[in-house]
């Protein structure tokens, strides 16, 4: 079957750097997105990655590994605004997106 | 300004009525489509379509219906609602499948009262 992982929840500190993962179960791997999206309001692009390695994009970066089925979002310099759900998703072989539940990012001061 | 809009934001309506969602993208983006989304599960694909008049299932499509007569709009109905149709409705286009990311209008809070 087709699945994605990723955790509930995490909590990190304003500052600080949080690293979150994702593992997925996706026939005819096409690429990997990631959106975000904040309480109440729509998803917004963040990255996509086809090829392994790691993609950065200012304060934000994600990785790829296509043989481990894993990726992880990485967040620098946390602000408070990063508090927000990170959805990951998954391309199949026929373009069709398989979304994580997401996880919801908490930032304390 | 350019974007992709949907109306309404919010809306309450009763078991058994028809309900329609719209969504405009100024764009012109071949491709738009309509999510759902619930407490504890992924973004769930309703129907999808790739240009005028063509349109196609999801992953949960029943009891919805779609329409794509103009490139720019493409209405999500219910025909007869139930409660488990509350939910909040989320439009998206994208530019092709591939490669591409989607970008999402800003969702209607649907209540089935």
């Known amino acids: 079957g087709q699945n994605i992982d990723q955790p509930t929840e995490m909590t990190a500190t304003e500052g600080a750097i949080v690293q979150i993962n994702c593992t997925y179960q996706?026939?005819?791997?096409?690429?990997l997105f990631w959106y975000q999206q904040h309480a109440g309001e729509a998803p917004t692009f963040l990255s996509y990655n086809v090829l392994d390695g790691l993609e950065e994009k200012g304060r934000f970066s994600s990785f790829l590994s296509r043989s481990k089925g894993y990726s992880y979002l990485l967040l620098k310099e946390l602000q408070m605004k990063d508090s927000a759900s990170y959805l990951c998703v998954s391309m199949d072989s026929n373009y069709q997106l398989i979304w994580g539940a997401g996880t919801k990012l908490i930032i304390k001061p | 300004d350019a974007g992709i809009t949907q109306s309404p934001r919010y809306k309450i309506t009763e078991t058994g009525r028809q309900v329609t969602l719209m969504c405009h993208q100024t764009?012109?983006?071949?491709?738009m489509f309509w999510y759902r989304q619930d407490l504890g599960h992924g973004l769930r694909l309703i129907y999808y379509s790739a240009a005028a008049d063509i349109t196609d299932k999801g992953e949960v499509p029943d009891g919805y219906v779609v329409s794509r007569s103009k490139t720019e709009n493409f209405p999500l109905t219910l025909e007869s609602a139930t409660r488990s149709q509350t939910s909040v409705y989320f439009c998206?286009?994208?530019?092709?499948?591939?490669?591409?990311?989607?970008?999402f209008g800003d969702g209607t809070r649907l209540s089935i009262l």
């Open positions: 998206a286009s994208s530019e092709r499948l591939y490669n591409q990311p989607q970008h």
């Open positions: 764009w012109s983006h071949s491709y």
């Open positions: 996706t026939s005819g791997f096409n690429g």
